[in-house]
């Protein structure tokens, strides 16, 4: 099982803070003979429409001395795990989840808007001292 990310209790406390309940921790995906890893999977209930609203989560720290290098792993994991996602859970959201500084710096540049314009890409923002849920990008509507 790989080692988990700096961030991980952070998100983790940021998203059960924002209403979610942790399902699963990490989240594996069974693909043929391989699994993956997804750091989180969570819930919440959606109270008007009485119906579950499930969410998985990668999170990513970028703290490599190549931000470049993190954004193309963080790129590569996101759209395979949202692929196995579509396979075996599609009732589930796949969303990267980075630090608000993270998202200030490498995402406000052209490459990290590259990610950004992708059509699937989904991603939370969080702040790592309050452990709070920024943004959801793009919106999450409930």
Request: charged share 30%.
């Amino acid at each position: 099982m790989p080692a988990k990310d700096v961030y991980h209790d952070t998100v983790c406390i940021a998203l059960m803070k924002d209403g979610w309940t942790i399902t699963d921790d990490p989240l594996i995906l069974k693909s043929g003979e391989r699994s993956t890893f997804i750091d989180l999977g969570a819930e919440k209930l959606i109270a008007a429409e009485r119906d579950h609203e499930k969410i998985a989560v990668e999170i990513k720290s970028f703290l490599s001395p190549s931000p470049i290098k993190d954004l193309e792993n963080a790129w590569g994991q996101f759209f395979l795990y949202a692929r196995a996602l579509q396979k075996k859970e599609s009732d589930r959201s796949l969303y990267l989840a980075v630090s608000r500084n993270t998202f200030d710096t490498l995402f406000q540049e052209e490459a990290g808007q590259l990610l950004l314009e992708e059509p699937d890409f989904r991603m939370i923002v969080f702040d790592p001292n309050s452990e709070e849920i920024l943004q959801w990008q793009p919106q999450f509507n409930l």
